[in-house]
C-alpha cells in the first residue's frame, strides 16, 4: 500500500494569514501517461463527514473557495490556505487514488492563533 | 448531484455482524461506485471497500476481506456494507461515499460522502 504522510500534525495560524499543509507519498502518484498526478485534498469538521476540496492535486471542486490551493507533483504535496478564515478550522486530510487501495494522510489540524 | 444518505448509529456486541445502509437521495446509484470508509475516534479514514452496483463487482480491502461484504440493491438506490466477528477495535464512524470516475480508473476521489453511521461494539 502507499503510504501518506502529513505535516505538521496540527498547526494555528492568524486570521487572514496563510496555512501550509504538507502531504507526501512512499511512491509517486504522477502516472507519466498523462502527467496528472492522482492526489486529492479534503477538510473535515467535527462531527461532518470529509468534504473534496482539491483533486488533480491542484483542480478546486466547484464551490471551493479561491483561497485552497494545491500544489506538488511526484511524492510531494502542499495544501495552502491564503488568508485564513474562521470557518476554515478543521482537519485536513490528502488521499491517494494511484494505485488501490486508496489511501489517506494522518491529518493536519488547522486552528486559530 | 446525488445525496448519500446512511442508517442510524448502531450499538453492537463483540463476536456480532452490524449491516449499514446508504441510501441514494435525488438521483440514482448506477452512476456511481459506492465506497466504505471508516473513521475510528479520533483517528484517520480507512477504505475499506467498493462496489459498482451495475455490475455488482466488489472489490475489498485486504484487512476486511474476510469480514465484509458490500451488496447494493439498484431499485431500492441503496448499497449496503456488513461486517461481522465485530470486535472492540471497530468501533467507529462508518462513511459511504461515491466515485463518478470508476469506468475510467480503478479508485478515484470521493463525493459526495453519507453523513457517518457510528457504530459501537462494547460489551
Known amino acids: 500500500d502507499i503510504v501518506m504522510t502529513q505535516s505538521p500534525d496540527s498547526l494555528a495560524v492568524s486570521l487572514g494569514e496563510r496555512a501550509s499543509i504538507n502531504c507526501k507519498s512512499s511512491?509517486?502518484?504522477?502516472?507519466?501517461?498523462?502527467?496528472?498526478?492522482?492526489l486529492a485534498w479534503y477538510q473535515q469538521k467535527p462531527g461532518q463527514p470529509p468534504k473534496l476540496l482539491i483533486y488533480w492535486a491542484s483542480t478546486r471542486e466547484s464551490g471551493v473557495p479561491d483561497r485552497f490551493s494545491g500544489g506538488g507533483s511526484g511524492t510531494d504535496f502542499t495544501l495552502t490556505i491564503s488568508n485564513l478564515q474562521a470557518e476554515d478550522v478543521a482537519v485536513y486530510y490528502c488521499q491517494q487514488y494511484y494505485i488501490s487501495p486508496p489511501t489517506f494522510g494522518p491529518g493536519t489540524k488547522v486552528d486559530i492563533k | 448531484q446525488v445525496q448519500l444518505v446512511q442508517s442510524g448509529a448502531e450499538v453492537k456486541k463483540p463476536g456480532s455482524s452490524v449491516k449499514v445502509s446508504c441510501k441514494a437521495s435525488?438521483?440514482?446509484?448506477?452512476?456511481?461506485?459506492i465506497n466504505w470508509l471508516r473513521q475510528a475516534p479520533g483517528q484517520g479514514l480507512e477504505w475499506i471497500g467498493r462496489i459498482i452496483p451495475t455490475v455488482d463487482a466488489t472489490d475489498y480491502a485486504q484487512k476486511f476481506q474476510l469480514r465484509v461484504s458490500i451488496t447494493a440493491d439498484e431499485s431500492a438506490r441503496t448499497a449496503y456494507m456488513e461486517l461481522s466477528s465485530l470486535r472492540s477495535e471497530d468501533t467507529a464512524v462508518y462513511y459511504c461515499?461515491?466515485?463518478?470516475?470508476?469506468?475510467?480508473?480503478?479508485?478515484?476521489?470521493?463525493?459526495?460522502w453519507g453523513q457517518g453511521t457510528l457504530v459501537t461494539v462494547s460489551s
Open positions: 461515499a461515491g466515485d463518478l470516475r470508476f469506468l475510467e480508473w480503478p479508485v478515484n476521489w470521493f463525493d459526495p
Open positions: 511512491q509517486s502518484v504522477l502516472y507519466s501517461s498523462n502527467n496528472k498526478n492522482y
Open positions: 435525488g438521483g440514482t446509484l448506477s452512476n456511481y461506485a
